[in-house]
């Protein structure tokens, strides 16, 4: 009798670990394609540098009266949360069997790469800012249900914290979502600086 009450505690310790790294496992799986996505991302924009905006090294280009004109990224996405996720996302000149300008095959290349993103994250979207002199910011946002906190003795979805210029640096300043991007409650933002 006390084994077989030994052996019931062990199997619901059992049961109890299991549903912890079935919660545990979405997130790191999500962490895990981030790294995927972000290398994909950064190998785009190489292979089309002059899309990306002026580096260091660009020539300034200046207007008849003598102003810098500065051509910014054409790899951005300013798209809020709610506009992302009601997004076609449909490839209008598929520049892998056709020739393309810079322009043409920046926009061949969010497309399908924001596809990817909706494809390897749950409800993912992304952020993108910035160019390739300054740098870029790239933010992926997913829907995590597990990130929750209880109110009032009820577990409810948690909103993640909204970037501030006074966010220190570390993991606070890596997993705020930009408040333009109007993140809901349950969503969890991975953020990266990156000078291709």
Do not use: H
């Not at 009450?5 to 979405?26: C, E, V, W």
């Not at 892998?96 to 969010?110: L, N």
């Not at 705020?176 to 969503?187: D, L, M, Q, T, Y």
């Amino acid at each position: 009798m006390v084994a077989v009450l030994l052996l019931s505690i062990g199997l619901l310790g059992i049961a109890g670990l299991q549903a912890a790294t079935a919660k545990y496992k979405i997130n790191t799986w999500a962490r895990s394609a981030s790294a995927t996505l972000l290398s994909e991302f950064v190998e785009k924009v190489r292979v089309n540098p002059g899309a990306a905006g002026p580096g260091f090294i660009d020539k300034i280009l200046v207007d008849s009266e003598g102003a810098s004109i500065v051509l910014p990224s054409k790899y951005r996405i300013t798209d809020n949360w709610a506009t992302q996720q009601s997004a076609a996302l449909t490839v209008s000149k598929n520049c892998e069997t056709s020739s393309c300008t810079e322009q043409e095959r920046s926009d061949y290349d969010m497309v399908t790469w924001r596809q990817r993103v909706r494809t390897l994250l749950p409800q993912g979207a992304a952020m993108v800012s910035g160019d390739k002199g300054n740098g870029i910011d790239l933010t992926l946002m997913w829907m995590d249900k597990e990130q929750t906190k209880e109110e009032s003795g009820v577990r409810a979805l948690k909103k993640a914290p909204v970037c501030a210029a006074d966010t220190p640096v570390g993991m606070a300043q890596q997993s705020c979502c930009p408040s333009a991007a109007n993140a809901p409650e349950g969503v969890r933002c991975a953020r990266f600086f990156l000078t291709p």
